[in-house]
């Protein structure tokens, strides 16, 4: 690899195929929705950004050995970043947040002893259903009942470092490596 080269790097968890296929199962027209491929879907716990590839070793040893105890995760819930009516962004709900957030700041602790600053926007753990661009249709009828989607629930126990490249269908995620979650 070119030590110059930059890559698009986030961390995130990697959504069972089961629970995948629940959260396309919602999917319906709504006028300027770009609805995400079941290989889109994740949950992002710390963006990175653009790096160059020679902080990659750092990156990954600031993820290995996080004392966080795995915990169960469940997806429901729909909502939306924006007014429903213009909405920027529809996603899938996920609980305990606070279970989330203890790894989010374990990572991003470690990730800024390694010299990374912590991303600007504050953590609202959420899976990215929809993105809108021009003309956003309303997703209200969407977020009317709330018992709308319930996904299912999965053993949180790794995380991974994504890479990010624009693919022609939108953002295209591969896995670099995995990292298990150790109890503390």
């Given at each position: 690899?070119?030590?110059?080269a930059?890559?698009?790097?986030?961390?995130?968890?990697?959504?069972?195929?089961?629970?995948?296929?629940?959260?396309?199962s919602?999917q319906?027209?709504?006028?300027?929705?770009?609805w995400?491929?079941?290989?889109?879907?994740?949950?992002?716990?710390?963006?990175?950004?653009?790096?160059e590839?020679?902080?990659?070793?750092?990156i990954?040893?600031a993820?290995?050995?996080?004392?966080v105890?795995?915990?169960?995760?469940?997806?429901?819930?729909?909502?939306?970043?924006g007014?429903?009516?213009?909405p920027?962004?529809?996603?899938?709900?996920?609980?305990?947040v606070?279970?989330?957030?203890?790894l989010?700041?374990?990572?991003?602790?470690?990730?800024?002893?390694?010299?990374?600053?912590?991303?600007?926007?504050?953590?609202?753990?959420?899976?990215?259903?929809?993105?809108?661009?021009?003309?956003?249709?309303?997703?209200?009828?969407?977020?009317?009942?709330?018992?709308?989607?319930?996904?299912?629930?999965?053993?949180?126990?790794?995380?991974?470092?994504?890479?990010?490249?624009?693919?022609?269908?939108?953002?295209?995620?591969?896995?670099?490596?995995?990292?298990?979650?150790?109890?503390?």
């Amino acid at each position: 690899m070119n030590k110059t080269a930059k890559l698009r790097l986030f961390f995130g968890l990697e959504i069972p195929e089961s629970i995948k296929q629940r959260l396309l199962s919602i999917q319906q027209p709504v006028a300027g929705a770009r609805w995400q491929h079941a290989d889109q879907l994740h949950l992002t716990l710390a963006f990175l950004g653009s790096v160059e590839a020679q902080q990659l070793s750092d990156i990954c040893q600031a993820a290995r050995n996080l004392p966080v105890k795995p915990f169960d995760l469940t997806v429901a819930g729909v909502g939306c970043f924006g007014h429903p009516d213009c909405p920027k962004n529809l996603w899938a709900g996920v609980q305990p947040v606070a279970e989330l957030a203890r790894l989010h700041g374990a990572l991003n602790q470690r990730l800024a002893a390694s010299g990374f600053g912590p991303e600007k926007r504050s953590f609202k753990p959420h899976i990215t259903l929809a993105r809108f661009k021009k003309a956003p249709g309303s997703v209200a009828d969407l977020l009317r009942d709330p018992d709308t989607l319930v996904a299912g629930s999965f053993t949180v126990n790794r995380i991974a470092l994504f890479e990010s490249t624009q693919g022609r269908y939108g953002s295209v995620y591969r896995v670099l490596e995995w990292f298990p979650l150790i109890a503390s």
